[in-house]
């Protein structure tokens, strides 16, 4: 039996010194990856992975972090991926945005 894999959406949400993407993801999957604007993310402590990569979490997000985040999940048979832009200095509320399904961050 064959089962669909998709990335159907990014959440973001942000607390002091934390910015939090979390990927929801429908069927089974072998290998998530994230990627910030097309390039694998760098090798950095500030960024942490649980749920099976499906949540990432920045420690002291900085303007450098701010980009678009690409969740990429795939299996033997097929790969999806879902992106979503974060914007602003240091997130600081998430509302919906406007002119698409993804969510963004912007300072108030």
């Known amino acids: ?12 949400s ?4 934390f910015l939090t993407l979390k990927c929801e993801i429908f069927g089974e999957f072998k290998l998530l990856r994230w990627f910030r604007n097309d390039l694998s993310l760098p090798d950095d402590q500030r960024f942490s992975f649980t749920e099976n990569n499906k949540t990432m979490k920045v420690s002291n997000p900085v303007r450098s ?3 678009t985040y690409t969740c ?3 299996n ?13 200095e240091i997130p600081e509320v998430c509302e ?8 963004f961050c912007v300072n108030v």
């Open 72 to 74: 990429q999940v795939s």
């Open 96 to 103: 919906d945005s406007p002119s698409s399904d993804a969510w």
């Open 65 to 67: 972090d701010c980009g």
């Open 76 to 88: 033997e048979n097929e790969t999806s991926e879902v992106k979503v832009s974060v914007t602003g």
């Open 1 to 12: 039996m064959l089962s669909l894999l998709y990335a159907s959406n990014i959440t973001i």
């Open 14 to 17: 942000s607390s002091p010194g």
